[in-house]
């Protein structure tokens, strides 16, 4: 049964069950946060560089309608094509159709978190074309069969040696360093960029004002996606349009620094169109797909809007206690961790997503870590806040809850304790009812210590004996 974010505490409970898995994920969260805390360390006006990037995510919200209007006018000028779509099944459905009306028989892809989220892969190749992924870490789980456990690592909670094993059996080819590894990917995949029909790809940021799509990688893999096929495909969720080159470079101040402990990318492209005449390479076509999937509807939701200011760099994943202990494939959503809590949250239905909002100690590390200033766990409480207005919270919650309110409210206090005493001789027909095997183990604890029910009062408990 494959994962979601309802089934997130069996999901956990599995994942922590597993002591190389809670190895493997120590250790790459602990070295991914290292080389950012070692980045920003060396970064005297990191603050400013913080408030600047959190002010340009922020304009974008609030001009949102005004910026895509420029930018798909600039776009079309340069001769791209844009197009919106409503949901992942429109946005599929122009990929697909176009795939299919061009005669494409193979796509090779950059990373693209937005493309697992339509679930494009699966689609594409219902139709009958081949998808490889060429980022590193995407090609690894892909030959997996696995989606992504980190937004910026997919590959993350595999070691070295699961990989090298894997490659071993679905390549025949096998090698032992990281680098002997990456060789064999690279062998793989080369023809498959020389022969494919179309690049898929993300986009980082679009720039209104020239009409440019910026992406950010390091591996080279994004230009060749784009530079071989006839095709290029941008997808990008409406939200990562900005105004002009300056907003692009408060960007790009924090992006890479916070994702990888980078002072600057290892490779920025910046697309402004399909090939010119005289020009020998780049896509004859480019289209840019802009998705909403539910996201202008969480732009009009006050508390929970800000995660829309999200640039995707991880830093909340690396720094969040229960992404290291569970790692990604526990949460069950496209997106893990901190931002992917609050982005299922808010772009799913609150009945299917719940779980993931309760599943966060409110250590505050997120918002601490974020270049945005997305305060994650205020988000969570407003989702809690909600889920138990709307009868959705797990129990333990909701009696957490009633106990703090009890606690606040001294005649509500005394109603409860006497309601409590009245059920004390039940408690142990109650406890015999499925799903509270616990409170059935507690009363046996208590009845095996020679304690008295638990809501005696205190003349009860002399009458008895005086027992605790
Ligand atoms: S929420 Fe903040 S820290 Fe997390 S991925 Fe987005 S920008 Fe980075």
């Given at each position: 049964m494959s994962a979601r974010p309802g089934r997130f505490s069996e999901q956990a409970s599995r994942a922590v069950a597993n002591p190389g898995l809670r190895a493997v994920m120590r250790r790459a969260v602990a070295h991914l946060a290292g080389l950012r805390a070692k980045a920003l360390a060396a970064m005297p006006d990191v603050e400013a560089r913080r408030d600047r990037a959190a002010a340009v995510r922020q304009r974008t919200l609030d001009n949102l309608p005004d910026l895509l209007e420029r930018l798909e006018e600039t776009l079309t000028r340069a001769g791209v094509q844009v197009h919106y779509a409503l949901d992942a099944a429109e946005a599929n459905a122009f990929i697909g159709g176009l795939a299919l009306d061009r005669g494409v028989t193979r796509v090779v892809k950059g990373k693209s978190m937005v493309t697992e989220e339509l679930g494009l892969n699966a689609y594409l190749q219902g139709l009958g074309v081949e998808v490889f992924e060429t980022d590193l870490g995407e090609y690894i789980v892909q030959l997996a069969g696995q989606p992504p456990s980190?937004?910026?690592?997919?590959?993350?909670?595999?070691?070295r040696a699961e990989i090298a094993d894997l490659f071993a059996r679905k390549l025949g080819q096998g090698g032992e360093t990281a680098s002997e590894l990456t060789q064999v990917a690279r062998r793989e995949l080369r023809e498959k960029f020389v022969t494919a029909g179309m690049g898929v790809t993300g986009v980082n940021v679009a720039v209104a004002a020239s009409g440019t799509l910026v992406l950010v990688e390091n591996e080279g893999n994004i230009r060749l996606s784009t530079a071989c096929p006839d095709i290029h495909v941008a997808v990008m969720t409406?939200?990562?349009?900005?105004?002009?080159f300056a907003d692009l470079a408060d960007i790009l101040d924090v992006l890479p620094p916070f994702a990888t402990?980078?002072?600057?990318?290892?490779s920025l492209s910046l697309f402004f169109g399909p090939r010119r005449l005289?020009?020998?390479?780049?896509?004859?076509e480019v289209h840019l797909v802009i998705l909403d999937n539910g996201r202008s509807r969480v732009l009009a939701d006050p508390v929970l809007?800000?995660?829309?200011?999200?640039?995707?760099?991880?830093a909340c994943l690396n720094v969040c206690p229960v992404y290291a202990a569970?790692?990604?494939?526990?949460?069950?959503?496209t997106y893990p961790g901190p931002m992917g809590a609050v982005l299922a949250g808010a772009l799913e239905p609150l009945d299917s997503s719940v779980p993931l909002a309760f599943a966060?100690?409110?250590?505050g590390a997120c918002a601490q870590a974020c270049p945005v200033r997305i305060d994650h766990p205020a988000v969570l409480l407003e989702l809690r806040r909600r889920a138990t207005a709307a009868g959705l919270a797990p129990l333990p919650e909701v009696l957490a809850w009633a106990y703090a309110f009890a606690l606040r409210h001294p005649a509500a206090y005394r109603a409860a304790v006497g309601l409590l005493r009245g059920l004390d001789p039940e408690l142990t027909r109650v406890a015999a009812?499925?799903?509270?095997e616990g409170l059935a183990a507690y009363l046996g604890q208590r009845e095996g210590l020679g304690?008295?029910?638990?809501?005696?009062?205190e003349d009860e408990k002399k009458e008895n004996g005086g027992g605790k």
């Open positions: 980190h937004i910026i690592s997919p590959a993350l909670h595999l070691s409406l939200e990562k349009v900005v105004g002009n402990g980078q002072t600057m990318p290892g005289g020009e020998s390479d780049g896509p004859r809007a800000q995660i829309l200011r999200c640039i995707r760099c991880g569970v790692g990604g494939h526990a949460y069950g959503s966060c100690t409110m250590c009812m499925p799903g509270l304690l008295k029910p638990p809501f005696a009062s």
